[in-house]
Each structure stands twice: as structure tokens, then as C-alpha cells.
């Protein structure tokens, strides 16, 4: 049958403004959890990674938050900028058992910069 | 330090047909990872190679195949192309340990006609 493609939520922000992407994600036993972020044409390119024993990272303009009870992540970006805007991504990995190299990606979310 | 890198960047072929990927890791990594990138489904693991041996698959049936070399380099195989085989494949690597970053190439972006 034909495939559904998938309707990635899209965020549209004003240049200067602070963004936050929401991510939901759905095995209790991840414990490693990354945002990446892809621009058009270009492989996924690494932000933010946080552990299961943080609830939050901060990074370079970027701010990861964790919420295990209700298993969500989001991403802050502060002062965004219109070289921000691309496709962002998070993943999630186990690393205990047979988990090796396996991410397991969300959907995605588009960001929009406006100038 | 050059990133990861894979050839070609673009391919098209024929039902039916098979096709190799290749991918070179950072120097210096030892796990590559490859995955699919389609509208419809997102992004799937595919399977991930450590020092010539493959410690994970996910679910694909076997016309996905790969292999790494004792270099690193990685390579992906499909055989007997389909049409829904169309997508962007990357190929990610990294030093292998459980946590882990995971750098990705820019993807070969395969067209199956």
C-alpha cells in the first residue's frame, strides 16, 4: 500500500527569540539520550547528549532538559539565530545488552528562524 | 580531522539490481553504524559493525547486508532492489564504547527506479 509520510511538527521563531523542541520518548530502559540537529543535504550533526542520572546539560546556547517520569526531553536554544534553522532530531540509546551503535530517533521537528 | 565520509553521494538504479555503499569512519573509530532516512518511516538503524564484526542489527530483512574491513571502513549491500529501498542512507561512527557520540556522514542518497 502507499506509505503515509510523516508530519513532522515545525516551530517557526523570530530571529533573537529562545526555541524549545519537545521530544517524547518511548523505552523506559534508555538511558543515553542526544539532539541532533540536520540541516538539508547534510548528515544528522551532533548537539547535546545527556545521561539518565542528569536532568539537565547545558551546553554552548543549548539547554537539555529530562523529565524520565513522564519520559520527555526538550532542547532550549537561546538568541536563535536563521543558521539554526534545520530538521532537529532526538535519539535515544540503551547501553547496557545488545544495544550496540543502536540511536533510536524521533520523528524530527522543523525550526524555522525569521531574519 | 576529516569527518566521515561516503561514496557515492548519489545513486540511482533499477528494480531488481543490487548495490554497494561505502562508508570511512573518522580516524581512529572502530564502530560504524548505518541507518535509513525516508519521509515515510524516518530515520532506522540498520546495523552496526565493531572491529569486522556486527554486534547489532535492526529490522531489516536480509537483502540489507554489510560488512567492515579491518581499516574500519564499512560497507552496506542491498540486493534485489525494490522500489520502497529508495532513501538516504547514513553511516555514523564512533569509538564504540556504550556511551558514545555518534558522527554521521552525509549520506548516499539512492534512487531505486
Known amino acids: 500500500g502507499e506509505s503515509v509520510g510523516l508530519h513532522l511538527p515545525t516551530l517557526s521563531v523570530q530571529e533573537g527569540d529562545n526555541s524549545i523542541i519537545n521530544c517524547a520518548y518511548s523505552?523506559?530502559?534508555?538511558?543515553?539520550f542526544i539532539w541532533y540537529k540536520q540541516e538539508s543535504g547534510k548528515g544528522p550533526q551532533f548537539i547535546i547528549d545527556i545521561r539518565s542520572n542528569m536532568d539537565k546539560r547545558q551546553g554552548q546556547r543549548v539547554t537539555v532538559l529530562l523529565n524520565k517520569t513522564v519520559k520527555h526531553l526538550s532542547l532550549q536554544i537561546a538568541a536563535t539565530q536563521p543558521g539554526d534553522s534545520a530538521v532537529y532530531f532526538c535519539a535515544e540509546s540503551r547501553t547496557g545488552g545488545t544495544s550496540y551503535g543502536k540511536l533510536t530517533f524521533g520523528q524530527g521537528t522543523i525550526l524555522t528562524v525569521h531574519p | 580531522k576529516a569527518g566521515v565520509t561516503q561514496t557515492p553521494r548519489y545513486l540511482i538504479k533499477t528494480r531488481g539490481q543490487q548495490v554497494t555503499l561505502s562508508c570511512s569512519p573518522i580516524?581512529?573509530?572502530?564502530?560504524v553504524s548505518w541507518y535509513q532516512q525516508t519521509p515515510g518511516q524516518g530515520l532506522q538503524f540498520l546495523f552496526e559493525?565493531?572491529?569486522?564484526?556486527?554486534?547489532n542489527k535492526g529490522n531489516f530483512p536480509g537483502r540489507f547486508s554489510g560488512r567492515q574491513f579491518s581499516n574500519s571502513r564499512s560497507e552496506m549491500n542491498v540486493s534485489t532492489l525494490e522500489l520502497g529501498d529508495s532513501a538516504l542512507y547514513l553511516c555514523a561512527s564512533s569509538l564504540g564504547q556504550p556511551i558514545d557520540e555518534q558522527y554521521f556522514g552525509p549520506g548516499t542518497r539512492l534512487t531505486v527506479t
Open positions: 559493525y565493531f572491529s569486522e564484526t556486527q554486534r
Open positions: 523505552n523506559s530502559a534508555s538511558d543515553y
Open positions: 580516524s581512529g573509530h572502530r564502530s
